[in-house]
């Protein structure tokens, strides 16, 4: 079974500084991707980043970047010099090859507040 | 603006009401999901659609009835709904396993 895990229900980071979600996940496939999402108050999901499994270079997209390690299941978020409007709700998820090929397994969320 | 667009994006309905909720992408995925977000709780996947085809029903009342008329659109009928259905429905669409989905901006839905 596919599992996603994010143990910070909320946290809190000073404007301009840097920030590490948590994610951690459990999957039996060899093959899958791992995926970060922002959801503001408006509701819509933003992708942000990806990260396959078989990517050896952890995965970079401006300000945010994903510290991926293989063996402890892990796929931290990261952003850097954050910005009042980095405030909202992030999920961590994982789709995987096998038979739930088309499925997406999301976390239970971390709201971000990024204070002035 | 993702590709992916619903409709309507606020919905009242009495409980004896029947309404639908609509989802057209036109991105060439071929995957489509219906989500339900409840306030506190994690994204509930509900139903996936794979080349039109329903590949996946995580357990969802029968008063919530998919249908994919083709691999655009995807709606969610309802009827009967109980207070608690009251919640953001998402949508999204995707291809293969290396790919992100694209969300819709969701349809909160509230229940009378």
């Known amino acids: 079974a596919q599992k996603i895990t994010q143990t910070q229900p909320g946290m809190f980071v000073q404007e301009k500084e840097a920030v590490t979600l948590d994610c951690t996940y459990d999957t039996s496939d060899q093959s899958y991707g791992l995926f970060w999402y922002k959801q503001p108050s408006s509701g819509e999901m933003i992708f942000l980043i990806y990260?396959?499994?078989?990517?050896?270079q952890n995965a970079t997209e401006g300000r945010y970047s994903l510290n991926f390690q293989k063996a402890r299941k892990s796929a931290n978020l990261v952003i850097s010099a954050s910005q009042l409007g980095d405030s909202a709700m992030y999920f961590c998820a994982m789709r995987a090859r096998g038979e739930n090929f088309n499925k997406f397994y999301f976390g239970s969320g971390t709201k971000l507040n990024v204070k002035p | 603006e993702t590709g992916v667009t619903q409709t309507p994006r606020h919905l009242v309905m009495g409980m004896t009401n029947k309404k639908s909720l609509k989802c057209e992408q036109h991105?060439?995925?071929?995957?489509m999901y219906w989500y339900k977000q409840s306030a506190k709780k994690p994204l509930e996947l509900m139903f996936v659609y794979n080349f039109k085809e329903q590949t996946e029903n995580n357990s969802v009342p029968s008063r919530f009835s998919p249908e994919c008329p083709n691999s655009s659109h995807l709606f969610l009928h309802l009827h009967t709904l109980q207070p608690e259905d009251s919640a953001l429905y998402l949508c999204a669409s995707g291809l293969g396993v290396n790919t992100e989905a694209f969300f819709g901006q969701g349809t909160r839905l509230t229940v009378v």
């Open positions: 990260q396959g499994s078989y990517d050896e």
């Open positions: 991105l060439g995925h071929n995957a």
